[in-house]
């Protein structure tokens, strides 16, 4: 049911409209390798991962070995993962596999490969050291977004950066350094999140104008997370509606106009 909702973005590719969002405050490689195979059998294809989650690592060798076994194909699966802050000053680097030999690189079944002689093993704490498909073991994502509008120093790598971490924007260098990648084929597309509080009106009539899909990030607001906050949960607009139709906050806030949503398994 869940492969019925779909889309397709203006570059050609389809994207699954329900994502299964990576995230996890403890960092739990167990858990998250544990969570995709059940996630698979729910019936979601589309992950979502980010360099700073420090999911990658679990999520490429769960997502490598279900591929390896004939479970399903890469291109079954649709993996979106994220340009960091501090990565503002060379996207080609940080989503580029900086090819090496001991790493495993897949674009198909890879039957052939004897995959207990091959693997990698990257650890969870080198992360940080590695780009995007090399950490995944993937030779391309499907999607490559923008994490957060706001450009770090390049030694950053923490959740919530302190003042002076901070660097100017510039993006028209993070604009074409993105559409390189794109066009080198490291990623398949590129995008633009909002959530139910941030509506970006105009910016989505432009989008719609143009056929770009818009991918919802946070869109519960990651209440309990650190960083996030109650402000949509908690918003009176969204609580009376919700009272009004019956249905939970988080259930407005899927229903608000978001094109593509990724989901927290405590968000169920």
């Given at each position: 049911?869940?492969?019925?909702?779909?889309?397709?973005?203006?570059?050609?590719?389809?994207?699954?409209?329900?994502?299964?969002?990576?995230?996890?405050?403890?960092?739990?490689?167990?858990?998250?390798?544990?969570?995709?195979?059940?996630?698979?059998?729910?019936?979601?294809?589309?992950?979502?991962?980010?360099?700073?989650?420090?999911?990658?690592?679990?999520?490429?060798?769960?997502?490598?070995?279900?591929?390896?076994?004939?479970?399903?194909?890469?291109?079954?699966?649709?993996?979106?993962?994220?340009?960091?802050?501090?990565?503002?000053?060379?996207?080609?680097?940080?989503?580029?596999?900086?090819?090496?030999?001991?790493?495993?690189?897949?674009?198909?079944?890879?039957?052939?490969?004897?995959?207990?002689?091959?693997?990698?093993?990257?650890?969870?704490?080198?992360?940080?050291?590695?780009?995007?498909?090399?950490?995944?073991?993937?030779?391309?994502?499907?999607?490559?977004?923008?994490?957060?509008?706001?450009?770090?120093?390049?030694?950053?790598?923490?959740?919530?950066?302190?003042?002076?971490?901070?660097?100017?924007?510039?993006?028209?260098?993070?604009?074409?350094?993105?559409?390189k990648c794109l066009e080198m084929?490291?990623?398949?597309?590129?995008?633009?999140?909002?959530?139910?509080?941030?509506?970006?009106?105009?910016?989505?009539?432009?989008?719609?104008?143009?056929?770009?899909?818009?991918?919802?990030?946070?869109?519960?607001?990651?209440?309990?997370?650190?960083?996030?906050?109650?402000?949509?949960?908690?918003?009176?607009?969204?609580?009376?509606?919700?009272?009004?139709?019956?249905?939970?906050?988080?259930?407005?806030?899927?229903?608000?106009?978001?094109?593509?949503?990724?989901?927290?398994?405590?968000?169920?």
């Amino acid at each position: 049911e869940m492969m019925a909702h779909q889309a397709k973005l203006n570059c050609g590719i389809t994207i699954p409209n329900l994502g299964f969002g990576t995230y996890s405050f403890k960092n739990d490689r167990d858990t998250t390798e544990l969570a995709i195979p059940m996630a698979l059998k729910m019936g979601y294809r589309h992950f979502d991962t980010a360099k700073i989650y420090g999911s990658e690592p679990a999520v490429g060798t769960t997502l490598r070995e279900v591929i390896l076994y004939g479970r399903v194909e890469r291109s079954d699966i649709f993996v979106t993962s994220k340009l960091w802050g501090s990565d503002h000053h060379d996207p080609i680097s940080a989503v580029s596999t900086q090819a090496n030999s001991k790493v495993i690189i897949f674009a198909g079944s890879c039957n052939a490969i004897p995959w207990e002689q091959n693997i990698y093993p990257v650890l969870l704490h080198e992360a940080s050291t590695f780009s995007c498909c090399r950490t995944l073991e993937m030779e391309y994502v499907d999607v490559y977004l923008v994490h957060w509008p706001v450009k770090l120093k390049p030694w950053v790598a923490c959740v919530v950066p302190k003042e002076d971490e901070f660097e100017p924007l510039d993006l028209e260098t993070t604009g074409s350094g993105m559409e390189k990648c794109l066009e080198m084929g490291l990623c398949r597309g590129i995008g633009v999140e909002l959530h139910p509080v941030w509506r970006q009106t105009k910016l989505r009539q432009f989008c719609g104008e143009l056929g770009i899909h818009v991918s919802a990030y946070s869109s519960h607001g990651a209440p309990g997370d650190c960083w996030g906050s109650n402000a949509v949960v908690e918003n009176p607009t969204i609580q009376s509606i919700a009272l009004k139709h019956g249905a939970t906050p988080a259930q407005v806030s899927h229903s608000s106009p978001i094109t593509i949503l990724i989901l927290q398994s405590r968000e169920f």
